[in-house]
């Protein structure tokens, strides 16, 4: 089973996808049966792979390669390492629990609600496994399309503007990408014996070595394109529409998964394969993280619309996790890792939780609430744990990641001053600011309108959804040390990688165990 | 008791309030009675162990410090510095012994007030379960030897905190009180994030004792003496935010929407004093220079809010500014350098003011049912102006009050005397070694004020008459299970239990017990040293009883001249200093400050961003957008007029040329032979002339 792990993680979603497929659309149960079940066998198998896991090993785990265009030596070329494992239990864990969290809301084309579900794992799954480019690029690419549709099908009012948004925002940054990632195999190919590649471990010898003036342009196309996905200010506009318009499972998977795959990017690629760029950009990219930090909280503050709020913190909580990814510190990093892991917990929960009361209410504008706790104390009370896990509360899992991540880039020899953690710290206060605020709004007070005085409490599935969230929630709050041992290896390698082209030490490339550094040939 | 039993009987005290609250919060409204038996008995548990563990620490261990830790994440090696696990752990010395004692014990005493206090309270279980949760965040911050583990049991308190605050959550002051405190607070916690942040980054390591090894081996923050004090007033940013000091004091008066016990034992025994012990943790790493700032920051905190609770009408508002202005004393205490007495103090106020809260509950108790009776929603059950000749109705509330009054006013026989005193004769030393002289100054100044205000509500509250006859009749003393916890606290709070001599707090247990830890930063840094400030402190022992006891007596006196003799109208002369009477009435207007600037501020900052997002960020893709579709509107009636209309010329000119030449295609030879002769000639004129 460890020789195709990865596989069978990749296909399983697609294979519900495909009895779904030739399910006839009126079977709605059976429909939804087979995307739940498929969904979690696929999360079994993360499970099984997370415990697998070596995480005193910093090398690719689990990689499996089979030949795909040999022509342009592309292949079919998986692998785990510290940095992607948690992603994948992530999406494992977060697709299921969107899939239930749609059982009654979504009523229409169901069938085709469920299948694009799955295709969109399998999308997510594949990009955070893939190590040639070339696989990346297609499933990079290819998790759009389920997305648009989700959000252009399923969504609100102003679905079809903010699905095209959300494409053309994606697009514009992947095709530069794409440009990249050919020059970058027509440069392999130009190189003393050597031919047009793809694969990630043959690049990843090579790519250091461009020539800094042109690798400023690999790296900021590839960057770009990661920022857009981040988001990073000021690239973030698609995410508040995208979010508000698209239905509750699309948001947590957006939210949860989606916007990791940019932060994911930044560190497999942007990050290894261009370090003298990163070095060159590296205070650039910390400033306008720490600009979003601040900036998304202060907009979410004046936000009427709870799902715009949420949506905003969300660019608030990735200015986090970049700074952590760029002060390029162990505890920087882990923090970081962690963090997206956190962010798609918390912000997948207040999704889950803002969908519930919109399925009650048909509204998310604050000002129609009030008093809520009293009708719902149970919702209420999950509603505020799952706040303060955003809001950075020790004990639960948001502290964990902001703490070190604000430790790491404080101390960072990348970064040179602690200002940056200084400033973005202050992001934690404004983070308490917005949420329990909107928090006071929603339940406190005194339950007035008549239309909020009947409202159910949380139901059976509602349970189902939240409780499992919950549990890891706290889980990698008291007790982070499950998670961080498999991430741990991962990031010392890195760090020590960069700390080596920092100081111009010629190094052994990860794949390359006698340490050759490979012979050049300048053009 | 081996160190080993001690410390799990430590942790076991931590623990079993967590496992109280687990089970309350899960369980609490089914069980019988909601649970609150369970809540009570567990944290009195815990306050038996505590005892026993305060006992066996002061009786075989002395001075040693036991320590028991755990690594929560281990980093392994990291470049540049190499192994970094991070070691979270406990430890008892005897600070933390006493403390521990402390907080159990108002925590029972206010469990069992609560019972009686919160009967038939719509969210009675839950209440107690917070309580418990209160009590492990708490008793975490006081067994943490390390900062990290200190940080979360800060933060942890906070949200206990501001649960409490939100009770009543349905009043919109109370859920606003609520998240003005986690907020101010929060701002104090980023000063003492930063701070923790500095530290971990030079000595790699959150345990205290190491970074104080760290220190003393001469390894300082950016290798630089200035660094460290910053580092220090850092750490006591969160001591200013969570025991209310200047200039983030602003919270607790509004904390007292929450219902009174927890005034009492959150906001007025323990969690507020959380600050000072946060100070007197970190006092071996303090520099002259940050003694100087906590030292002043106490100063200007007990004298605003000392003149601030003149001026009060509301009974918890008083004692809440009196609570500040006691918390700003003990600050100072320990800025001064008076260690001991600045914790001793703690200790003695946390009996006493708690004993004033619960005291003012059962007022506002009795007041309440009585306005009950009436049918009365109008008057205000916490005003003293509503109030007074209570003496009658209530009399054990009214001793037990006026005991635990005279303590804070510093009256001898009574534990606040002891540890008053030791404050203001550590001021007095710090004047006259370091020459500034308005520290003591503002000692005396605020024992006078407090004695005033102090006397002011017991005169208003307990004596003359009641205005109300018929209110008057319903006025109840309170239920025994709230009036035993009275009574405890009354009793502690007589010198006996704290120094055997009434008059000398230099024999006291607690003091010997609780010795000021030497500093370690540079010694061109430090402050005076223990032994230099107790020479100069001893000396001055009798002038500071006598000259406090003096500014006592005058407060005292004016109180009873004004509000019991009335021989001076306090009405008259309010409006006589109409806008100095204004100007403390309204808190020195700190929150119409705040509001206007920081509040609104922050609020217009975020509309201005928000427009910015939607009008400039966004219209940037949008107009992109219109752009990239004008331009392809453009090119599309290119493609139409232009390309398409040359492709449909083309095809029209073919059309047309075709028309004109079918007239040739006429099938006759004869033309055909014609053309072809004409057609040769042509050519052969056109090749001729070329």
Redesign the interface.
């Given at each position: 089973m460890e020789t195709i792990i990865l596989t069978l993680i990749l296909f399983t979603p697609l294979a519900g996808a495909l009895v779904i497929v030739s399910l006839p659309g009126g079977l709605v149960r059976a429909v939804k049966l087979v995307g739940l079940v498929a969904s979690v066998i696929t999360f079994a198998l993360t499970v099984w792979l997370f415990l697998a896991f070596d995480g005193r090993n910093g090398e690719m785990q689990f990689v499996e390669k089979i030949s795909w265009i040999p022509s342009l030596h592309v292949s079919y070329h998986l692998g785990v390492d510290g940095i992607s494992l948690l992603l994948v239990v992530l999406t494992g864990f977060l697709t299921p629990i969107a899939l239930l969290s749609s059982w009654d809301s979504i009523a229409v084309r169901v069938k085709g609600f469920v299948a694009l579900m799955l295709l969109l794992e399998v999308g997510t799954l594949g990009v955070f496994m893939a190590l040639d480019l070339f696989l990346f690029y297609v499933f990079w690419e290819f998790m759009l399309i389920p997305m648009y549709f989700i959000i252009g099908i399923w969504g609100g009012q102003e679905r079809i503007y903010a699905a095209v948004?959300f494409f053309?925002?994606t697009m514009a940054g992947s095709l530069l990408m794409l440009v990249a990632i050919i020059w970058l195999g027509v440069y392999a190919s130009t190189l003393q014996g050597g031919t047009f590649t793809t694969d990630l471990m043959e690049l990843s010898r090579i790519a250091p070595g461009i020539p800094f003036g042109i690798q400023t342009w690999i790296f900021l196309a590839f960057t770009l394109s990661f920022a857009i996905k981040v988001p990073l200010f000021?690239l973030?506009?698609?995410l508040p529409d995208a979010h508000v318009q698209a239905p509750t499972a699309g948001s947590v998977i957006l939210a949860g998964v989606l916007l990791k795959m940019g932060t994911y990017g930044l560190l497999r690629f942007s990050i290894p394969l261009f370090p003298a760029a990163t070095f060159a950009f590296l205070p650039f990219i910390a400033t306008l993280a720490v600009i979003g930090i601040l900036?998304g909280a202060?907009?979410a503050?004046?936000?009427p619309d709870l799902k715009k709020l949420v949506a905003y913190s969300s660019v608030s909580h990735l200015g986090f996790v970049v700074l952590g990814i760029f002060a390029l510190?162990?505890?920087g990093i882990?923090g970081a890792i962690i963090q997206m892991v956190n962010h798609g917990l918390s912000t997948g929960a207040l999704f889950l939780l803002v969908g519930m009361l919109y399925d009650r209410r048909h509204t998310r504008l604050l000002k129609d609430y009030g008093?809520l706790?009293?009708p719902m104390p149970v919702y209420a009370t999950i509603f505020m744990i799952i706040m303060?896990s955003s809001a950075g509360?020790?004990?639960l899992n948001g502290?964990v990641g902001e703490f070190l991540i604000?430790?790491g880039s404080?101390?960072s020899?990348f970064l040179g001053t602690?200002w940056f953690?200084?400033v973005a710290?202050?992001g934690?206060?404004l983070a308490?600011?917005y949420l329990?605020?909107s928090y006071?709004r929603v339940?406190?007070?005194?339950n007035e309108n008549p239309a909020n005085q009947s409202l159910k409490d949380i139901n059976l599935r509602e349970w189902v959804v939240l409780v499992p969230i919950l549990i890891f929630v706290v889980w990698i709050g008291v007790f982070?040390?499950t998670f961080?041992?498999k991430t741990?290896?991962t990031t010392?390698h890195l760090?020590?990688q960069m700390?080596d082209a920092r100081r111009g030490v010629p190094r052994a490339p990860s794949g390359m165990p006698n340490g050759m550094v490979p012979t050049r040939q300048s053009r | 008791m081996t160190p080993d039993t001690l410390l799990t009987l430590a942790v076991a005290t931590l623990l079993l309030p967590l496992c109280g609250f687990v089970l309350m919060i899960f369980f609490g409204k089914r069980l019988p009675r909601q649970g609150d038996w369970l809540s009570t008995s567990v944290i009195a548990v815990s306050l038996g162990m505590a005892v026993v563990i305060l006992a066996a620490k002061i009786g075989s261990y002395g001075g040693e410090t036991l320590t028991l830790n755990f690594?929560?994440?281990?980093?392994?090696?990291?470049?540049?510095i190499g192994p970094?696990p991070i070691i979270l752990g406990v430890a008892v010395d005897n600070l933390t012994a006493v403390m521990l004692v402390v907080v159990t014990l108002i925590s029972t005493l206010v469990h069992l007030f609560s019972i009686g206090y919160m009967h038939g309270d719509i969210r009675y279980s839950r209440y107690f379960a917070y309580l418990g949760f209160f009590s492990f965040s708490m008793l975490m911050i006081v067994l943490a030897n390390n900062l990290f583990l200190l940080?979360?049991g800060w933060?942890?308190v906070g949200?206990s905190s501001?649960l409490l605050i939100?009770h009543w959550?349905?009043k919109?002051s109370a859920?606003?009180a609520a998240?003005k405190a986690?907020?101010v607070n929060?701002?104090g916690d980023?000063g003492f994030?930063?701070g923790i942040?500095?530290l971990?980054?030079t000595f790699h390591t959150f345990g205290l004792r190491e970074i104080f090894e760290g220190i003393g081996a001469g390894r300082l923050p950016f290798e630089s003496n200035w660094w460290l004090t910053a580092a220090g007033v850092l750490l006591f940013c969160g001591a200013v935010g969570k025991s209310a000091q200047f200039p983030l004091h602003v919270w607790l008066p509004d904390a007292m929407e929450g219902p009174t016990p927890v005034s009492a034992l959150i906001h007025a025994a323990t969690m507020v004093a959380a600050g000072v012990y946060l100070v007197a943790r970190i006092f071996p790493l303090m520099t002259a220079d940050a003694l100087l700032v906590v030292a002043y920051i106490g100063a200007i905190t007990a004298f605003i809010s000392a003149t601030i609770a003149i001026t009060q009408n509301d009974i918890k508002k008083v004692l809440a500014y009196s609570t500040i202005s006691q918390l700003g004393y003990m600050i100072m205490g320990l800025g001064v350098g008076a260690y001991s007495a600045g914790f001793f103090h703690l200790v003695t106020h946390a009996m006493f003011k708690a004993g004033l809260f619960l005291g003012s509950g059962s007022i506002i108790h009795a007041m309440h049912n009585a306005l009950h009776h009436e049918n009365d929603h109008a008057t205000d059950a916490q005003d003293l102006r509503n109030m007074g000749g209570l003496r009658k109705a209530m009399p054990v509330t009214f001793w037990t009050f006026v005991v635990y009054t005279l303590a804070i006013c510093g009256v001898p026989l009574t534990s606040g005397f002891l540890s008053k005193d030791e404050i203001l004769a550590g001021t007095l030393a710090f004047g006259g070694m370091s020459g500034h002289v308005i520290i003591p100054v503002i000692g005396f100044l605020v024992a006078g004020l407090t004695a005033f205000y102090m006397f002011r509500v017991v005169i208003l509250a307990f004596l003359g008459d009641h205005k109300d006859a018929a209110r008057f009749s319903h006025l109840r003393e309170s239920p025994m299970v709230m009036t035993i916890p009275l009574v405890v606290l009354a009793i502690l709070s007589v010198f006996v239990f704290y120094s055997f001599n009434p008059f000398d707090a230099s024999d006291s247990w607690i003091v010997r017990a609780v010795g000021r830890p030497d500093s370690v930063v540079p010694p061109s840094m430090a402050a005076p040293s223990t032994e230099a400030f107790e020479e100069a402190a001893h000396g001055l022992h009798g002038t500071a009883m006598l000259l406090s006891l003096s500014v006592a007596g005058i407060g005292v006196l004016f109180a009873f001249v004004t509000y019991y003799w009335r021989k001076i109208n306090a009405d008259a002369v309010a409006s006589a200093l109409g806008p100095a009477y204004r100007f403390l009435l309204n808190k020195w207007y700190f929150d119409e400050i705040y509001q206007a600037v920081i509040v609104n501020g922050?609020?217009a900052?975020?509309?201005i961003?928000?427009w910015f997002?939607g009008n400039i960020?966004?219209g940037l893709?949008n107009g992109t957008?219109w752009v990239t579709r004008g331009i392809s509107s453009v090119s599309g009636m290119f493609d139409t007029y232009v390309v398409d209309g040359i492709v449909n010329l083309t095809g029209y000119l073919s059309g047309v040329g075709g028309l004109a030449l079918r007239k040739f295609q006429t099938g006759r030879v004869q033309s055909y032979v014609i053309f072809a002769v004409l057609s040769v000639m042509v050519f052969y004129f056109v090749f001729r002339l070329i």
């Amino acid at each position: 089973m460890e020789t195709i792990i990865l596989t069978l993680i990749l296909f399983t979603p697609l294979a519900g996808a495909l009895v779904i497929v030739s399910l006839p659309g009126g079977l709605v149960r059976a429909v939804k049966l087979v995307g739940l079940v498929a969904s979690v066998i696929t999360f079994a198998l993360t499970v099984w792979l997370f415990l697998a896991f070596d995480g005193r090993n910093g090398e690719m785990q689990f990689v499996e390669k089979i030949s795909w265009i040999p022509s342009l030596h592309v292949s079919y070329h998986l692998g785990v390492d510290g940095i992607s494992l948690l992603l994948v239990v992530l999406t494992g864990f977060l697709t299921p629990i969107a899939l239930l969290s749609s059982w009654d809301s979504i009523a229409v084309r169901v069938k085709g609600f469920v299948a694009l579900m799955l295709l969109l794992e399998v999308g997510t799954l594949g990009v955070f496994m893939a190590l040639d480019l070339f696989l990346f690029y297609v499933f990079w690419e290819f998790m759009l399309i389920p997305m648009y549709f989700i959000i252009g099908i399923w969504g609100g009012q102003e679905r079809i503007y903010a699905a095209v948004k959300f494409f053309l925002f994606t697009m514009a940054g992947s095709l530069l990408m794409l440009v990249a990632i050919i020059w970058l195999g027509v440069y392999a190919s130009t190189l003393q014996g050597g031919t047009f590649t793809t694969d990630l471990m043959e690049l990843s010898r090579i790519a250091p070595g461009i020539p800094f003036g042109i690798q400023t342009w690999i790296f900021l196309a590839f960057t770009l394109s990661f920022a857009i996905k981040v988001p990073l200010f000021p690239l973030h506009t698609w995410l508040p529409d995208a979010h508000v318009q698209a239905p509750t499972a699309g948001s947590v998977i957006l939210a949860g998964v989606l916007l990791k795959m940019g932060t994911y990017g930044l560190l497999r690629f942007s990050i290894p394969l261009f370090p003298a760029a990163t070095f060159a950009f590296l205070p650039f990219i910390a400033t306008l993280a720490v600009i979003g930090i601040l900036y998304g909280a202060l907009v979410a503050m004046v936000q009427p619309d709870l799902k715009k709020l949420v949506a905003y913190s969300s660019v608030s909580h990735l200015g986090f996790v970049v700074l952590g990814i760029f002060a390029l510190t162990d505890e920087g990093i882990q923090g970081a890792i962690i963090q997206m892991v956190n962010h798609g917990l918390s912000t997948g929960a207040l999704f889950l939780l803002v969908g519930m009361l919109y399925d009650r209410r048909h509204t998310r504008l604050l000002k129609d609430y009030g008093g809520l706790a009293k009708p719902m104390p149970v919702y209420a009370t999950i509603f505020m744990i799952i706040m303060f896990s955003s809001a950075g509360l020790p004990g639960l899992n948001g502290f964990v990641g902001e703490f070190l991540i604000l430790l790491g880039s404080f101390r960072s020899p990348f970064l040179g001053t602690p200002w940056f953690a200084i400033v973005a710290a202050s992001g934690v206060v404004l983070a308490a600011v917005y949420l329990l605020r909107s928090y006071q709004r929603v339940f406190f007070g005194k339950n007035e309108n008549p239309a909020n005085q009947s409202l159910k409490d949380i139901n059976l599935r509602e349970w189902v959804v939240l409780v499992p969230i919950l549990i890891f929630v706290v889980w990698i709050g008291v007790f982070p040390q499950t998670f961080m041992a498999k991430t741990e290896a991962t990031t010392r390698h890195l760090v020590r990688q960069m700390e080596d082209a920092r100081r111009g030490v010629p190094r052994a490339p990860s794949g390359m165990p006698n340490g050759m550094v490979p012979t050049r040939q300048s053009r | 008791m081996t160190p080993d039993t001690l410390l799990t009987l430590a942790v076991a005290t931590l623990l079993l309030p967590l496992c109280g609250f687990v089970l309350m919060i899960f369980f609490g409204k089914r069980l019988p009675r909601q649970g609150d038996w369970l809540s009570t008995s567990v944290i009195a548990v815990s306050l038996g162990m505590a005892v026993v563990i305060l006992a066996a620490k002061i009786g075989s261990y002395g001075g040693e410090t036991l320590t028991l830790n755990f690594t929560w994440v281990d980093l392994h090696n990291v470049p540049l510095i190499g192994p970094l696990p991070i070691i979270l752990g406990v430890a008892v010395d005897n600070l933390t012994a006493v403390m521990l004692v402390v907080v159990t014990l108002i925590s029972t005493l206010v469990h069992l007030f609560s019972i009686g206090y919160m009967h038939g309270d719509i969210r009675y279980s839950r209440y107690f379960a917070y309580l418990g949760f209160f009590s492990f965040s708490m008793l975490m911050i006081v067994l943490a030897n390390n900062l990290f583990l200190l940080y979360v049991g800060w933060e942890l308190v906070g949200i206990s905190s501001y649960l409490l605050i939100g009770h009543w959550y349905e009043k919109k002051s109370a859920s606003n009180a609520a998240i003005k405190a986690f907020l101010v607070n929060r701002v104090g916690d980023f000063g003492f994030f930063l701070g923790i942040a500095m530290l971990f980054m030079t000595f790699h390591t959150f345990g205290l004792r190491e970074i104080f090894e760290g220190i003393g081996a001469g390894r300082l923050p950016f290798e630089s003496n200035w660094w460290l004090t910053a580092a220090g007033v850092l750490l006591f940013c969160g001591a200013v935010g969570k025991s209310a000091q200047f200039p983030l004091h602003v919270w607790l008066p509004d904390a007292m929407e929450g219902p009174t016990p927890v005034s009492a034992l959150i906001h007025a025994a323990t969690m507020v004093a959380a600050g000072v012990y946060l100070v007197a943790r970190i006092f071996p790493l303090m520099t002259a220079d940050a003694l100087l700032v906590v030292a002043y920051i106490g100063a200007i905190t007990a004298f605003i809010s000392a003149t601030i609770a003149i001026t009060q009408n509301d009974i918890k508002k008083v004692l809440a500014y009196s609570t500040i202005s006691q918390l700003g004393y003990m600050i100072m205490g320990l800025g001064v350098g008076a260690y001991s007495a600045g914790f001793f103090h703690l200790v003695t106020h946390a009996m006493f003011k708690a004993g004033l809260f619960l005291g003012s509950g059962s007022i506002i108790h009795a007041m309440h049912n009585a306005l009950h009776h009436e049918n009365d929603h109008a008057t205000d059950a916490q005003d003293l102006r509503n109030m007074g000749g209570l003496r009658k109705a209530m009399p054990v509330t009214f001793w037990t009050f006026v005991v635990y009054t005279l303590a804070i006013c510093g009256v001898p026989l009574t534990s606040g005397f002891l540890s008053k005193d030791e404050i203001l004769a550590g001021t007095l030393a710090f004047g006259g070694m370091s020459g500034h002289v308005i520290i003591p100054v503002i000692g005396f100044l605020v024992a006078g004020l407090t004695a005033f205000y102090m006397f002011r509500v017991v005169i208003l509250a307990f004596l003359g008459d009641h205005k109300d006859a018929a209110r008057f009749s319903h006025l109840r003393e309170s239920p025994m299970v709230m009036t035993i916890p009275l009574v405890v606290l009354a009793i502690l709070s007589v010198f006996v239990f704290y120094s055997f001599n009434p008059f000398d707090a230099s024999d006291s247990w607690i003091v010997r017990a609780v010795g000021r830890p030497d500093s370690v930063v540079p010694p061109s840094m430090a402050a005076p040293s223990t032994e230099a400030f107790e020479e100069a402190a001893h000396g001055l022992h009798g002038t500071a009883m006598l000259l406090s006891l003096s500014v006592a007596g005058i407060g005292v006196l004016f109180a009873f001249v004004t509000y019991y003799w009335r021989k001076i109208n306090a009405d008259a002369v309010a409006s006589a200093l109409g806008p100095a009477y204004r100007f403390l009435l309204n808190k020195w207007y700190f929150d119409e400050i705040y509001q206007a600037v920081i509040v609104n501020g922050t609020l217009a900052l975020s509309r201005i961003l928000r427009w910015f997002d939607g009008n400039i960020v966004d219209g940037l893709v949008n107009g992109t957008g219109w752009v990239t579709r004008g331009i392809s509107s453009v090119s599309g009636m290119f493609d139409t007029y232009v390309v398409d209309g040359i492709v449909n010329l083309t095809g029209y000119l073919s059309g047309v040329g075709g028309l004109a030449l079918r007239k040739f295609q006429t099938g006759r030879v004869q033309s055909y032979v014609i053309f072809a002769v004409l057609s040769v000639m042509v050519f052969y004129f056109v090749f001729r002339l070329i």
